[in-house]
């Protein structure tokens, strides 16, 4: 780090077990320092003295706090709107926690606060470092698989919705609003400049009826790409992570980068023997020789979440421009109720046409 910089002061609201995840991330970073934090859990504010942090008395109290530059909220997501709000009144800068809102209109009202205050405004899309995510995208870039036509990006747990407030409806609870949003940005951040033209979507309610603890949504992209995101919390059985499929070849990106790519090497040789399976035979099923595919590793790719903070604070700075912009998180919002209009409706919704 450049020693003529000094230190943006982040506060943290909302200790819970995410604030706590920022708290030592922000620690390994020098570019930001922690001021402090404030919860309204005594248990955790208790857990924060221990380890030495300054606990503000109020939300108060740290907005008054001249040395704060940036305050992080981690409380839960209905909580975001007016706590953002407040932050930038008191002209710190914020980084909120996603989803950034409950809803598309209450995300402009939190940008245009932010914009009259001439703060930075963004969201913590951390996914966006996932190594996994990135590989996809290398591999996408690389052009290895020729032209795409279909992707499909899966995450799918066996506990159920957690019995917090994510059960809650008013709270912003909902696979949709939880790891939705994280699939659905990465996949518009692999896909640039490709308009999305419909959305066709259908929600799980297996041990929660009041929100969503899963969800599909079609996605097709005026370019003719085909996407397929997928959440689910009963499932005791998981797809791949990342399925994605070029004329040329597919690739699977399963957590931890695991995976392979095949590509086709001869397709001239199309000839197949047809294939006993089961009760029948099948000729269009029947796996290619060794000799016309070739198998690949996946490309190594590195990433560090420390970028997401030295970013925020370079472009508070003015040396830099923020990584995850506020008319992306906007898409974002507006897709996920698309998806949720698509449920309801049972209806495919044109989304960008
Ligand atoms: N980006 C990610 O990878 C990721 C992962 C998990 C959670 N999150 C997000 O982080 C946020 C917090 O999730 P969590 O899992 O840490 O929840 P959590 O329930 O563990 O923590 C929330 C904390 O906020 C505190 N709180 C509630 N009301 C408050 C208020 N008015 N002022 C100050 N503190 C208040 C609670 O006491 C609690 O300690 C959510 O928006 C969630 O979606 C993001």
Request: charged share 25%; with cysteine.
């Amino acid at each position: 780090m450049n020693n003529d910089i000094r230190p943006l002061n982040i506060a943290i609201c909302g200790f819970g077990g995410m604030g706590n995840w920022h708290r030592e991330t922000i620690a390994k970073i020098d570019e930001v320092r922690l001021a402090g934090i404030f919860d309204i859990d005594p248990a955790r504010q208790a857990f924060a003295r221990e380890l030495g942090i300054r606990v503000y008395g109020s939300w108060h109290e740290l907005l008054s706090d001249d040395s704060v530059g940036a305050v992080t909220i981690a409380t839960p997501n209905d909580l975001h709107r007016p706590l953002a709000i407040d932050a930038f009144r008191a002209g710190k800068h914020v980084v909120c926690e996603k989803p950034v809102a409950l809803s598309s209109a209450e995300l402009a009202q939190m940008a245009s606060v932010a914009d009259a205050m001439g703060v930075v405004f963004t969201v913590h899309q951390n996914r966006r470092w996932d190594e996994d995510f990135r590989t996809v995208r290398k591999i996408l870039a690389d052009g290895t698989l020729g032209p795409l036509f279909r992707i499909e990006s899966c995450v799918l747990g066996c506990r159920g919705i957690p019995g917090d407030w994510r059960q809650l409806p008013e709270r912003g609870g909902g696979m949709i609003l939880d790891w939705g949003v994280h699939l659905l940005d990465q996949l518009l951040q692999l896909l640039p400049g490709d308009r999305i033209a419909t959305v066709r979507a259908s929600v799980d309610h297996v041990t929660n009826e009041l929100v969503d603890d899963g969800f599909y949504a079609e996605l097709g992209f005026a370019s003719g790409v085909a996407a397929h995101v997928e959440v689910g919390t009963s499932h005791f059985i998981t797809k791949p992570r990342w399925m994605v499929f070029g004329r040329d070849g597919s690739a699977q990106v399963d957590w931890g980068c695991k995976g392979r790519i095949v590509c086709v090497t001869d397709r001239s040789r199309n000839d197949a023997v047809p294939i006993r399976t089961a009760a029948g035979l099948t000729k269009t099923m029947a796996p290619r020789t060794d000799d016309t595919i070739r198998e690949f590793p996946l490309p190594p790719v590195k990433s560090d979440i420390c970028e997401f903070y030295r970013n925020f604070a370079a472009t508070i700075d003015g040396r830099a421009q923020i990584e995850v912009k506020l008319p992306e998180v906007a898409r974002v919002m507006r897709l996920m109720e698309a998806v949720r209009d698509s449920a309801a409706s049972g209806e495919t919704v044109r989304f960008e046409s």
